[in-house]
């Protein structure tokens, strides 16, 4: 035989066992439901649930009962779940915002598609960056399928429900589930309208897992249920009143379930027919699909692979984050052991229960409101609307609906401490963008990804900052004297979060320098510590000057968020400029975060 002969057979022999590896490699398949607890589905113990379909994945597949999701709302937790990453360590953790992400980073369906995969998504996006997508996907619409593949290329394919999503309690619709039968959580009043809202919400679920069940007809009617690993999914907690959107159980413990079939069975983390309790977090799940399909990891991954060849050990715990939901800033880190939950609230003046108006659109949270402004409520039920602790630590296994607060308990003091250090230890191992109010870090970011700015240890010194937070938050009242020196401080974010924490001082100390500062977001907050404890010219022109003088939109919508928390009326020429977002927000449409918290603050003055 000549070299050039057994070059080609060289050749064909390796191109064989390329197409014998490609066959065997393992099709990947994610059915999702939005706004989907683990509460509302029969595989994880629920008697009134209706879900016959996700039950069957779990009969022979694995549930995995200490799944949680990185936010409690879609799109920050989507840009978590797309890149592997925290999103609150990219700077795309504030609702439906625009950030560039990392240089290097990509969308994790890349790297498939790179290995040969066919890479479909149907259809939802929503994953709060900027920075382009196209190269994820061979298909990304309303049609996208698998059937749509080259013969015998294997798939990665998302098909995402909307049936559960939150907006599907906005109306009224007849009920399939009995009212009288639903659970109400501790922190919700028990009434018909709440009642109602839980009851629909049980047949929302059952409706996605109709439609979910169609997907699993049409891959069996292909013959390719032996080939392909299914996952199955809730982006986030669920729907009903104090779930989404907050850091509680409801709103971060999501359903997780992964069947397995027979031939890829050595993939799979634990046998057919498992519970597992390790903790996963929906970041793992772009790593674990590269395990899956035998694709080398890249660096950028802050998740662990928790089935494949890639496989890493369970972590001792697994993180959470919450910061501007639609027009309301709040910033709050949240870390799990999968039994006891520990919460730190950055903004304790704020309570949880800021209007949102798509929240309001919930009968039972404008009741719930209602009845809180009447004073018709139980210490329980309305601590939702009063200013949070700065620490919250919860027993969730005694204590599901996160209502009995220990983190003043002696008993429970070494969990308290156990888990703060873990999420400190967390926030600076990802260098949390959390603590760069949003306009500040959209000014200094740029075009480019706020990653950089968080990494910039002499803008932003992320140790000192926190240690300087905790020494002015979790004790009694500020020390006087390290509060002024926080207010001196030469770096912004230091002066910032030491105007905020002037707001609960005993005595107010001097803010008027603070007035005149550099960066808007100081200036802001000084403002606002100075209305808190009276009326103030000079902090009124400060907040006109942010609404009016070439702010960007974030600028102007976390100078509302001020004027909403400040407890007096605001000038007439402000109110003025307020009438004048809500017209011109209006106009643009879009999401119109900052025409609905100014249409707020103005149907709520005096």
């Known amino acids: 035989m000549n070299i050039r002969k057994q070059i080609f057979t060289l050749w064909a022999l390796c191109s064989l066992i390329g197409v014998v590896r490609a066959a065997d490699r393992p099709n990947l398949l994610w059915v999702v439901s939005e706004d989907n607890v683990t509460t509302t589905v029969g595989a994880y113990g629920d008697p009134l649930a209706r879900t016959p379909n996700v039950d069957g994945l779990a ?30 360590g990219m700077g795309t953790q504030h609702m439906r915002s625009q950030r560039a992400l990392p240089a290097g980073v990509k969308f994790f369906p890349e790297f498939l598609r790179a290995a040969g995969y066919f890479t479909t998504n149907n259809a939802k996006t929503d994953y709060n960056t900027s920075s382009p997508w196209a190269a994820a996907w061979n298909e990304n ?26 907006s599907q309690l906005h109306k009224r619709v007849p009920l399939v589930t009995d009212p009288a039968k ?102 793992d799940l772009a790593p674990t699909m590269l395990s899956l399909a035998g694709v080398p990891l890249p660096a950028q991954f802050q998740g662990r692979a928790f089935a494949g060849p890639a496989r890493q050990a369970a972590p001792e715990f697994t993180f959470m984050f919450r910061d501007r939901m639609d027009e309301r800033y709040d910033l709050a880190r949240a870390v799990t052991d999968g039994r006891y939950r520990y919460i730190r609230n950055f903004y304790p003046s ?47 296994a005694a204590d599901p609906d996160n209502v009995r607060n220990l983190a003043a308990d002696p008993a429970a003091r070494p969990q308290l401490v156990r888990l703060r250090a873990a999420l400190r230890a967390h926030q600076l ?44 938050q979790l004790s009694a009242l500020p020390e006087p004297a390290a509060l002024a020196a926080a207010l001196r401080a030469p770096e912004a974010v230091l002066r910032y979060w030491g105007a905020v924490a002037a707001q609960r001082a005993a005595a107010l100390p001097e803010m008027t320098p603070l007035l005149g500062d550099e960066q808007l977001v100081v200036r802001l907050a000084a403002a606002e510590a100075i209305l808190r404890r009276g009326d103030s010219s000079a902090a009124w022109a400060v907040i006109e000057a942010a609404l009016t003088e070439g702010t960007n939109v974030e600028g102007r919508l976390f100078t509302v968020n001020v004027v909403a928390r400040v407890p007096r009326s605001a000038p007439a020429s402000v ?32």
């Open 429 to 472: 191992a990802i260098r949390d963008t959390g603590l760069l109010p949003e306009p500040l870090m959209i000014d200094w970011a740029g075009p480019g990804s706020p990653a950089l700015v968080a990494a910039d240890e002499k803008r932003y010194p992320l140790a000192r900052l926190l240690d300087q937070v905790d020494a002015l």
């Open 350 to 396: 704020q309570p949880w229960g800021q209007h949102l108006d798509y929240l309001w659109k919930q009968a039972s949270m404008s009741e719930w409101a209602k009845l809180f402004a009447a004073g018709k409520l139980n210490a329980t039920q309305r601590a939702f609307f009063e200013p949070k602790p700065a620490e919250e630590l919860f027993d969730c």
């Open 575 to 606: 109110k003025a400029i307020l009438a004048q977002l809500v017209k011109s927000s209006s106009a643009t449409g879009g999401e119109n975060y900052l025409g609905h918290a100014a249409e707020d603050l103005l149907r709520i003055a005096p």
């Open 59 to 88: 009969a022979g597949g694995i549930v995995f009962e200490r799944c949680y999701s990185t936010s409690a709302v879609c799109a920050p937790t989507r840009s978590s779940i797309i890149t592997g990453r925290y999103a609150s």
């Open 141 to 166: 619409n309303q049609t996208a399928h698998w059937r749509h593949r080259a013969a015998g290329q294997p798939f990665f394919a998302i098909f995402n429900f909307g049936q559960s999503h939150e």
């Open 182 to 283: 639903v659970r109400v959580p501790a922190y919700l009043p028990d009434t018909p309208t709440v009642r109602a809202d839980l009851a629909q919400y049980y047949d929302c679920v059952s409706r996605a897992d109709a439609a979910l069940g169609q997907i699993l007809e049409q891959l069996a009617a292909d013959g390719l249920a032996e080939d392909t690993i299914i996952f199955y999914y809730g982006d986030h907690g669920g729907a009903v009143s104090r779930s989404k959107r907050f850091l509680y159980e409801n709103g971060t413990h999501p359903p997780l379930i992964a069947h397995f079939p027979k031939k890829f069975q050595h993939l799979a983390p634990a046998a057919p027919d498992s519970r597992v309790r390790e903790l996963v977090n929906l970041v």
